[in-house]
């Protein structure tokens, strides 16, 4: 029985001469990863947009600041207002306040905010989740519905021109519970459940637990936390009538008069008021974009 002969190699039918399908496929995926840079970019930009006014405007005068069209370089720059505020209002003082009322609302937000949220995801208790829901949607309430009975127990408890007012009112809020709630969910339970069986408090493992692994989360709090109450204008408002107790954003109200205001020292306390807020987030930046990112995972 003769034996067949063997069948000839395949031969790859040649390529057309052009672009590898890798390459054509790279094409339109490096199109569109620069028309997303592009469209950030020209985000980041209307977002300095205002910034880039004021920094420009704390080096003007006072009736060069409104002109029409903006000049955004001024014409001379006026170095001296930086000098001149100091002298103008007690700006360090002003810059001390909101710096202690920021410092110390930060603190007992996060403490109590860290608390209750693990109490409201790692502790198992009857009906949690109806009075969490009802926590959280205190925060569809808008501020200005309780502004005046907040301001008449803080009146009759004679608190009112002091900084308790602020700081009691300010230490609890609905949105860190929330945010470290979230946070805590993405931990697994065994770790608790493994720590209460090895004879662990809950106060042990909220402290020597959730709290090492919850930086990212503890960062973002205080960040937002520390910004909001730097920026506030109307609790101080509110509550605080001394001049001595003033925090910056209600000291920069001294350069408005009854019939014209000088924008130009406006806007440089502006910029020394933001100098401290650009600090702190420069710092904890990695730690708020990780926190923020991190704390819709589950929930």
Same mark, same amino acid.
């Given at each position: 029985?003769?034996?067949?002969?063997?069948?000839?190699?395949?031969?790859?039918?040649?390529?057309?001469?052009?672009?590898?399908?890798?390459?054509?496929?790279?094409?339109?995926?490096?199109?569109?990863?620069?028309?997303?840079?592009?469209?950030?970019?020209?985000?980041?930009?209307?977002?300095?947009?205002?910034?880039?006014?004021?920094?420009?405007?704390?080096?003007?005068?006072?009736?060069?600041?409104?002109?029409?069209?903006?000049?955004?370089?001024?014409?001379?720059?006026?170095?001296?207002?930086?000098?001149?505020?100091?002298?103008?209002?007690?700006?360090?003082?002003?810059?001390?306040?909101?710096?202690?009322?920021?410092?110390?609302?930060?603190?007992?937000?996060?403490?109590?905010?860290?608390?209750?949220?693990?109490?409201?995801?790692?502790?198992?208790?009857?009906?949690?989740?109806?009075?969490?829901?009802?926590?959280?949607?205190?925060?569809?309430?808008?501020?200005?519905? =309780?502004?005046?009975?907040?301001?008449?127990?803080?009146?009759?408890?004679?608190?009112?021109?002091?900084?308790?007012?602020?700081?009691?009112?300010?230490?609890?809020?609905?949105?860190?519970?929330?945010?470290?709630?979230?946070?805590?969910?993405?931990?697994?339970?065994?770790?608790?459940?493994?720590?209460?069986?090895?004879?662990?408090?809950?106060?042990?493992?909220?402290?020597?637990?959730?709290?090492?692994?919850?930086?990212?989360?503890?960062?973002?709090?205080?960040?937002?936390?520390?910004?909001?109450?730097?920026?506030?204008?109307?609790?101080?408002?509110?509550?605080?009538?001394?001049?001595?107790?003033?925090?910056?954003?209600?000291?920069?109200?001294?350069?408005?008069?009854?019939?014209?205001?000088? =924008?130009?020292?406006?806007?440089?306390?502006?910029?020394?008021?933001?100098?401290?807020?650009?600090?702190?987030?420069?710092?904890?930046?990695? =730690?708020?974009?990780?926190?923020?990112?991190?704390?819709?995972?589950?929930?």
């Amino acid at each position: 029985m003769t034996a067949l002969p063997d069948a000839p190699p395949a031969v790859a039918p040649p390529r057309s001469p052009g672009r590898s399908p890798g390459t054509r496929s790279r094409g339109p995926r490096l199109v569109r990863t620069a028309l997303a840079y592009v469209c950030l970019l020209a985000v980041a930009l209307l977002v300095l947009v205002p910034f880039a006014w004021m920094v420009s405007s704390s080096l003007k005068r006072d009736n060069e600041v409104l002109t029409v069209p903006i000049e955004w370089i001024p014409r001379e720059f006026r170095w001296s207002n930086f000098a001149e505020i100091w002298d103008r209002i007690p700006m360090l003082t002003y810059l001390g306040n909101s710096a202690f009322l920021s410092v110390a609302i930060t603190v007992l937000q996060v403490l109590t905010g860290s608390f209750a949220a693990y109490g409201f995801s790692k502790v198992r208790f009857p009906g949690r989740d109806a009075l969490f829901l009802a926590y959280i949607a205190t925060i569809a309430v808008p501020w200005q519905a =309780y502004m005046v009975p907040q301001y008449i127990m803080m009146q009759r408890a004679e608190l009112t021109d002091t900084y308790w007012s602020i700081i009691l009112l300010q230490a609890f809020g609905a949105f860190g519970v929330f945010l470290m709630r979230q946070y805590y969910m993405s931990i697994p339970d065994d770790l608790c459940e493994a720590a209460r069986i090895d004879g662990l408090s809950e106060y042990g493992i909220y402290v020597r637990i959730m709290l090492p692994l919850s930086k990212p989360a503890l960062a973002s709090l205080a960040l937002l936390t520390f910004v909001n109450t730097w920026n506030d204008y109307m609790g101080p408002f509110i509550y605080l009538t001394s001049n001595d107790l003033w925090t910056v954003q209600l000291g920069l109200r001294s350069f408005v008069g009854q019939y014209d205001a000088e =924008y130009a020292m406006i806007m440089t306390g502006a910029v020394l008021s933001v100098l401290p807020i650009l600090v702190v987030f420069l710092f904890g930046q990695r =730690y708020f974009i990780r926190g923020i990112a991190t704390s819709g995972l589950k929930g």
